[in-house]
């Protein structure tokens, strides 16, 4: 439920809004609805991931691969791999939505009601 949600509301986020907007969308979604903070961790980070994964791609395919060949080109100059680029572009979106979202579910404890006993 928690993948679907990033992976929807960060697409329009992010259609709408610069790429900075997809932290924000983590954070307050898992702090609403993760249940710990593994979960809210590996929902964020696969949301944004395939998210992020898909539109590169999406990209690659409308400019026949040359916008990817020339940023791989800007990274490796001998070598350029324009897969890696895919790889790159979903670890490090998969990197900052986890962190983003565990800090929201992080966030949710600290300023929960302790239990009475």
Not at 4 to 16: E, K, N, R
Not at 18 to 37: E, I, K, Q, R, T
Request: charged share 5%; aromatic share 16%.
């Amino acid at each position: 439920m928690l993948y679907v949600l990033i992976l929807i509301v960060g697409a329009v986020a992010q259609y709408f809004l610069p790429w900075w907007s997809m932290p924000l969308v983590c954070f307050g979604l898992s702090a609403w609805l993760a249940n710990g903070g593994k979960t809210a961790f590996w929902a964020a980070a696969a949301g944004i991931a395939t998210l992020w994964l898909a539109y590169a791609m999406y990209l690659h395919t409308v400019t026949d691969g040359v916008m990817t060949q020339k940023i791989a080109q800007v990274f490796v100059e001998k070598y350029p791999y324009p897969a890696l680029m895919f790889v790159l572009t979903a670890v490090v979106g998969g990197l900052v939505a986890g962190c983003a979202g565990m800090a929201g579910f992080f966030v949710r404890q600290a300023f929960a009601k302790p239990e009475v006993a």
